[in-house]
């Protein structure tokens, strides 16, 4: 068994934790492969919130989902920030892909203050054992900052109510991404 | 689904990765917890090697171990440096328990430099995919110290042999043990 990279392994918990029936957020579309993973995982009954302020990204994950023929996604083109604008069930899983679009403009990215923002408004609405995933991608310029932001606003969110874990490959020249999990507790 | 403490995670590690008939070490037998779990792991046909430099340890386990009619272990009662002496097989596993020995002398603690001496005459023996699981308690005078060397160390191995992945819960008060895997690619 080899070793999970850091997206893989949050998908894996992600398997673990999410039922058919809830409500779930994708924070970055971008492509949409997390995106039709969460509607495959929450089912018919289920919903999936996605948000990218990218028509690109909207105009692809459309695109995606209607190959699958997934119709239990509601797509936003807007900033993750303004995901309370749009929530308000019980929340089982969010994941965001921090970073910039792949194959998209390199320079729109996302970034620790948007992010933070977006995170802090879905904690209250994380159900018991719910998950936020955040896969951190900061090799691009801007990156380590976000990174560093989202850090820090993480490792200090009361342990009586989330535990956070930092998972992570350490050996590597160039930079793999690095997870971030919060799990209500 | 409760994300796994580092102790726990490492043995789900383990347990999707040591086979029937492997030969695995126990750098720090301690109470004999881990190395009852590894003798299960590798059966009869397999064998595990147990290291401690505490008398108190060796009897614990020989204790749980007669209690279990588990007979595939050798007990050493030296320090894990010396793992060399006492391996000529290949090996698909490995744990450290980093720290002082539980209810024993919380002066008699592991460090930095002979934990790292044992890691690198047991990498040469690991198998692809094999694992060397380093859980590290460092909330102890001394402890700190050898978690800076121990990162230090791994985070340096050769990304062309060897996977090297941390995984840690960041926002407890306390310290909780800090897992550092590596692997053979």
Known sequence: ?????????????????????????DATVGNGHDTQFLAELVGN?????????????IQATTTRLAAANLQNVSLYQTGHQNVDQYLSTDLSAAIFNLGYLPSGDKSVITHGQTTIEAVQKMLPHLRTEGLICLVVYYGHPGGNDERIAVEKFTATLPQKEFNVLEYQFVNQAHTPPKLIVIQKR
Chains 1, 2 share one sequence.
């Open 1 to 25: 068994m080899k070793l999970a990279p850091a997206l893989q392994y949050s998908h894996e918990l992600l398997k673990n934790t999410v039922r058919p029936g809830e409500t779930v957020v």
């Open 45 to 57: 009954s289920g919903q999936v919130l996605g948000f990218d302020i990218q028509p690109a990204a």
